[in-house]
Every structure is written in structure tokens, then in C-alpha cells.
């Protein structure tokens, strides 16, 4: 090993106080935790510097990548964001009172409204995507592409079976 972090440290003295027990979970998650903590950082100052919060962010951005006319309906958004219904009535309400959506009758049913990104939603949203993917990176500079997609394919793996 070249170089250790912190997480080297903390596993090497469990190994000492607890030989009995293999750390090699806290080698993967202990770092993904903290690199979890580091990215929330950064995502939340990339919303800030579009003064959106980071539910505001998972709302718009659902919209947004619905593509035009950048609406879906409350259920749709309730899926894409995993909240509660009642919830996601406030999380609307909020956005309304902003102007970054509006409630529009929708057409197919009268029974039921489609929330629709607004100009200054997209133009916010959009910001905010153009900054995190720049901030991401950054973060990510220290890996070369193959590196990249390699992690990548490793941790959708360990997603998907966790979606099981």
C-alpha cells in the first residue's frame, strides 16, 4: 500500500484491538461513507450558488429530465423522489410560491393537475446541473476514465442488489 488515509488507520487499529474479525467492509463502506459526506457538500454549495435546496434540486431536476414540456404529475414526482404524498403537496407548494412551477389542469384527466417546470425553474435547474457536473469532476480527477467506469459498474452492481 502507497499511501494510507484515514480509513486505513481506523482498520488497522480494529485489527489490533479485534484480529477476530474481518474489516474488509469498513475498507469499502467506512470510504463511502465519508466520500458520501464530502459530495453532500459539495452538492448543497453547488445549490446554493443557484439558490435552490437540495429538495428542491430532487423536484426540479425530475422535471427537467422528463424532457419538454418539463411536467409530470405529483404521482410521477413522488416516484422519482421516493417522499412521502404529503410531502411532496408541501415540496409543490413551496415551488409554486417560488414560481419555479406551476399546477396546470391535465388535459387527459380533469381530475387531476401536472406540475410544470417554469422558465426560472429550468433556467435555475439547468444552472445547477452545468455547476454539479463540473464539481463532480473535480472530484473525480484523481481517477483515470477506465478507473471511473469500472467503479461505476462495481456500484451499480452493489445497488441493484440492494433493489432486490
Known sequence: MSEADEVDRIVEAWNVQRPDLDFSPLEVLSRMDRLTRLLDRARRDVFRRSELESWEWDVLSALRRSGDPFQLSPKQLLQQTLVSSGTMTNRIDRLVARRL?????????????????????????DAAITRLVDVEADLLQALPRGDRDRLATLLRKLSLSFDS
Not at 113 to 123: C, E, H, K, S
Open 101 to 125: 412551477v406551476r399546477r396546470e389542469a391535465d388535459p387527459g384527466d380533469g381530475r387531476s393537475i401536472l406540475v410544470t417546470l417554469t422558465d426560472d425553474g429550468r433556467t435555475r435547474v
